[in-house]
């Protein structure tokens, strides 16, 4: 039930772009993503419901395919303050979520 | 506006020892969760409560690990005895809106970080 990411980890330069899947085996009707930095708690980021509502951050934009039942994590531009393990939970009575995907932007 | 405060922030402890870890959510957010991070690994819900009632304590290893939230603010987590595999970091999170308030965003506190030797 726990939700599947991918990569594990990810090295960037600055400048440029990332994305992060989250899949699950069962129908997703909310999907949240936060982002941890190390030693630190994770900080939300955004919701995705089904329906398509949306929220954003920074420049960071994420989507929902209910028919794939994954979520994907855009990151453009990326900056050194990305740095961290982004983490999707999906809401299955209870928030679950995945194992983490560990990004590093280097100068 | 102040974030979620938890004390602890370390501990170090014998195995079959008892430890208690304190949170106080942000004001006026009525639910409340208690998370599990192991090193690695994503957080894992242990209780949620809203107010002073559990919601979901389905992962709560209740042989050992006990917690309550009495008047509906403060909460404490404690574990009696325990074991090696309990060293983790434990998070305690607030939201806003009771009953379902899995669809809203949820702040965590900085965690306290379990070693059990």
């Known amino acids: 039930q726990q939700p599947v990411q991918s990569p594990q980890a990810v090295i960037l330069r600055e400048g440029e772009d990332a994305v992060i899947n989250c899949s699950s085996s069962?129908?997703?009707?909310?999907v949240h993503w936060y982002r941890q930095k190390h030693g630190e708690a994770p900080v939300f980021l955004m919701i995705l419901l089904k329906g398509g509502e949306q929220k954003g951050h920074e420049k960071i934009s994420a989507s929902f395919n209910e028919k794939k039942q994954q979520s994907s994590l855009y990151l453009t531009a990326s900056q050194l303050s990305y740095s961290g393990t982004y983490f999707c939970g999906l809401l299955a009575g209870k928030l679950i979520f995945g194992q983490g995907t560990t990004l590093q932007v280097k100068p | 506006e102040a974030g979620v405060a938890q004390s602890p922030r370390y501990k170090i402890i014998e195995k079959r020892q008892s430890v208690a870890f304190w949170c106080n959510p942000i004001s006026g957010h009525a639910t409340l969760y208690w998370y599990q991070q192991i090193l690695g690994q994503g957080p894992k819900l242990l209780i949620q409560?809203?107010?002073?009632?559990?919601?979901?304590d389905s992962q709560l290893p209740k042989d050992r690990f006990s917690a309550e939230r009495l008047k509906g603010v403060d909460s404490t987590l404690k574990i009696q005895p325990a074991k090696l595999e309990d060293s983790a970091v434990y998070l305690c999170a607030s939201s806003l809106f009771p009953g379902r308030g899995n669809t809203n965003e949820q702040f965590f506190g900085p965690g306290t970080r379990l070693t059990v030797l």
């Open positions: 409560f809203q107010n002073n009632g559990v919601v979901d």
């Open positions: 069962k129908a997703l009707y909310s």
